[in-house]
Structure formats: C-alpha cells, structure tokens
C-alpha cells in the first residue's frame, strides 16, 4: 500500500501545481512524463522488468507497470498439451486471455 500511496500522493500534488481550480473529483490533465524502464538482468536475456512514468513537474513516479516474459498459465498448458490434451489446449488458446495473459 506503501507505493500505492506514495503515487496518489504524487499525483494530488501534481494537480495542486498544474490546476488553478480545486475540484472534488479528479479529473485528467495534460503533464509531460518520462517513461524509464529496466529489466533484472542486461542484456535480451531477463524474463523480469519495470517502467515507470515520472512527472516533469514533480520528479515523482505517477504510475509503473511490472514485466514478465512468462506466463504460468502457459506453461501448464503447455504442459497438459504434451499429456494429449491438445484439444483443450487450443480451446483455451483461443480465448480472449488464452495464451495472452
């Protein structure tokens, strides 16, 4: 909840700076941002990575996104594919989330 916070706060305060009105309900604004990101290990060889999007006003991180190249899903699947339930398989595939979560 700690990071969760942190961002809220970030984001309160970015409005404070940018808008004239307060308002009750938030409401979009237009901000420049930085987006960073980096994966565990160098390289194209780490399964694990983050971005991030910074303020250009604050310097505070508005919003990050963890990245994963694997999926556990798919790798049941493609588990239970080898014991000749591929039928299944490709039924799951073709699932809006099948084989893309």
Known sequence: A?????MSDAAKQ???RVDCEPSPEPKAINVTVSFDSSWKTRGFYSNIGFGAAISS????VLD???LSR???KCS???????KDRASEYEKWFE?????RS
């Open 2 to 6: 700690g990071v969760v916070t942190a």
């Open 14 to 16: 970015l409005h404070q």
């Open 57 to 60: 006003v604050t310097k505070k």
């Open 64 to 66: 990050y996104e963890l």
């Open 70 to 72: 694997l999926c556990e």
């Open 76 to 82: 049941v699947w493609s588990e239970e594919k080898k």
């Open 95 to 99: 699932l809006p989330t099948g084989g």
